[in-house]
């Protein structure tokens, strides 16, 4: 059995059915890109490789439960989750600690410090990121499919173009036409982003 041809969901269904190494072998599958994920956010591998396995937990626990619904879109979930992980650790970390002045983003002199981004900055792009969602949701189907593909799991215009059996032309026009549309709405409900 040629595990690369196999799709997410059957290799979910032989794990529903006792096959415990095809957990594995999704796991495996979109592993790099779990991982590649959290570690730009939180920048710390060890904290990322903890992060990563609560994450996969996590997914295991949910499929075992039978509250995964499959909708053709397994790395966007595990992606979904791994996300709330980052902010659920880092809401832990502001819970228990107490700030000073050099946690605070400040120097001595009171001049901000250029450095890697705050937990309100990832707050702030959650924020902007459900906005986009919302926006993304007036597109057509069409066009919300190839966005939510592309931006929200990641998938190159390949992937997408061989998922929605569609040629790498016709997705990159999807994509082309929900970007004018999404600027158009953006225009016309007079919408900033920040």
């Given amino acids: 059995m040629n595990v690369q041809m196999l799709s997410d969901q059957v290799l979910l269904n032989h794990y529903l059915s006792g096959d415990r190494t095809a957990i594995s072998q999704l796991i495996e ?29 996590k997914v295991v626990r949910v499929i075992d439960e039978g509250r995964y619904v499959d909708n053709g879109k397994f790395l966007s979930w595990v992606l979904r989750i791994a996300h709330n992980q980052v902010i659920d650790h880092f809401r832990m970390q502001r819970q228990d600690k107490t700030v000073n002045e050099s946690d605070s983003g400040y120097d001595i002199l009171g001049s901000l410090r250029f450095t890697e981004g705050s937990v309100e900055d990832a707050l702030v792009s959650e924020q902007i ?41 016709t997705a990159l026009g999807r994509m082309r036409y929900a970007l004018i549309n999404l600027r158009k709405i953006i225009r016309e409900k007079n919408i900033i982003l920040s």
Wanted: proline share 1%.
């Fill in 29 to 57: 599958r979109h592993s790099r890109r779990v991982r590649d994920y959290i570690n730009l956010m939180v920048k710390d591998r060890d904290l990322a490789e903890d992060l990563f396995q609560e994450t996969f937990i």
């Fill in 129 to 169: 990121e459900r906005d986009i969602r919302r926006l993304v949701k007036l597109l057509p189907d069409e066009q919300r499919e190839v966005v939510m593909m592309r931006y929200f799991a990641g998938l190159s215009f390949k992937d997408i173009a061989e998922q929605t059996n569609v040629s790498i032309n």
